[in-house]
């Protein structure tokens, strides 16, 4: 048998080891628990959130019932701050219901800088640049959460950092949204489903909450985006077309053939000669609002004009290519649309290079290549055509040949003009 001393010591040195897996087990949890305080959805994952927010949602039904217009931008900063908190969550519980399964983070994100060409790890003061947002939950980074919270108290819609303007990305939950409002997901049994007024007061008070999700554009482009549901994008080309023509204008997604016939018709159905060329604004160049902000030329787009049949009415694109690429070489900068100066020079010559490029492929599928214009361009502009040269002709397979013929034709044309009027 062992000596009592050496029992002792050896009961000592476990009764000090379970203490110190006590502790150190506890630390785990706590961790853990710390963790899981710091995401709001997972908090309230599990909740019944209209019992756990049954007052919040019926002071916000009141509240409404004092506003003449404007709904949740009429109300108090603080009000807004609280009810779009408990809104975002009471909008996954709802769309949940209706059947709508949201994909993981990963996948969303990927998703988002598919379509939207936005990383949404990035800071809101770089996404709101492309006019969109990702939510900030309030145990999120407090920076952050500040800068949100001060953007819905701002006043005018123009401003770059404005909330309600924007799309917006609920991350964890997994969808985007504009103003996301209480009343999308969750209605009052009684309430009218027109305006409400003083005299709905006993209902918002005493009536029975339900979730009350029935937004077919929501589900439709939450689909599309983050399921790429075939049935969703039928759906939305039909009574949504202009989410997927924002795609292309405003985010740059110029991968779909689809969506780009679509900004193609809307593009040819507003044109006028007398008007000037404004439907091209945003559509096959635009300037890019980055950090370092650059013009964007969206090949995908040029590329699916030059496929189409040489018809009469595919005749009318070379007369807007034309008609654009004449302000683009404007040097006078005061006569240039609006929506066009936001272009430097150079970045106007870079632009009406691709423009004459894919101009010139599109009048010679439809049996008649007219390259006066680029010829006069490049005879009478010696900063275009540097600018060209010094951009490598822009890698643009047979450019540069291209460029060499039409100076050399225009010149010939020039002399023999010349020798007729002497």
Request: include cysteine.
């Amino acid at each position: 048998k062992k000596p009592y001393r050496e029992m002792k010591i050896n009961i000592k040195y476990f009764l000090f080891a379970s203490l110190l897996i006590g502790l150190l087990s506890c630390g785990k949890q706590s961790k853990k628990k710390e963790s899981v305080n710091a995401n709001d959805t997972i908090v309230h994952a599990k909740r019944d959130l209209l019992k756990v927010y049954d007052k919040q949602i019926r002071a916000y039904y009141l509240n409404l019932t004092e506003i003449s217009d404007g709904g949740i931008l009429s109300m108090s900063h603080k009000a807004q701050v609280e009810y779009t908190d408990i809104a975002v969550e009471l909008i996954d519980e709802a769309i949940r219901r209706k059947g709508y399964k949201p994909v993981d983070n990963e996948a969303a994100r990927k998703a988002i800088m598919k379509y939207f060409g936005v990383d949404v790890t990035q800071s809101n003061d770089i996404q709101v640049t492309r006019n969109f947002r990702t939510y900030i939950f309030k145990n999120s980074n407090a920076a952050e959460r500040a800068k949100q919270e001060k953007a819905m108290n701002e006043h005018s819609f123009e401003k770059q950092s404005y909330f309600w303007n924007r799309l917006i990305y609920v991350p964890n939950y997994n969808y985007i949204a504009t103003s996301p409002t209480i009343d999308m997901a969750v209605n009052i049994k009684g309430l009218p489903d027109e305006t409400i007024d003083e005299s709905d007061r006993k209902t918002i008070r005493h009536g029975e909450l339900y979730f009350n999700f029935n937004d077919s554009i929501f589900f439709n482009e939450n689909n599309f985006i983050f399921h790429d549901s075939k049935a969703a994008f039928s759906w939305l080309k039909k009574n949504d077309a202009e989410f997927l023509i924002n795609l292309l204008r405003d985010y740059g997604y110029d991968k779909n053939e689809e969506i780009n016939k679509l900004v193609m018709a809307d593009m040819l159905e507003g044109y006028t000669p007398v008007g000037g060329p404004w439907m091209l604004d945003n559509t096959v160049a635009c300037k890019k609002k980055t950090k370092h902000p650059k013009v964007e030329i969206r090949e995908g787009l040029l590329k699916s004009i030059l496929k189409q049949p040489a018809t009469e009415e595919n005749k009318e694109w070379e007369i807007l290519f034309n008609d654009y690429i004449d302000y683009l070489l404007n040097e006078e900068e005061q006569k240039l649309p609006m929506w066009m100066t936001e272009f430097t020079k150079k970045e106007r010559y870079k632009v009406a290079a691709y423009l004459c490029y894919y101009l010139y492929k599109i009048s010679k599928k439809n049996g008649f290549t007219d390259t006066s214009l680029l010829g006069h361009a490049l005879y009478y502009n010696n900063a275009f055509y540097k600018y060209i040269v010094d951009q490598h002709y822009f890698n643009l397979p047979g450019f540069e040949a291209l460029c060499y013929k039409v100076y050399d034709d225009y010149d010939t044309e020039v002399k023999i003009r010349t020798h007729q009027d002497e």
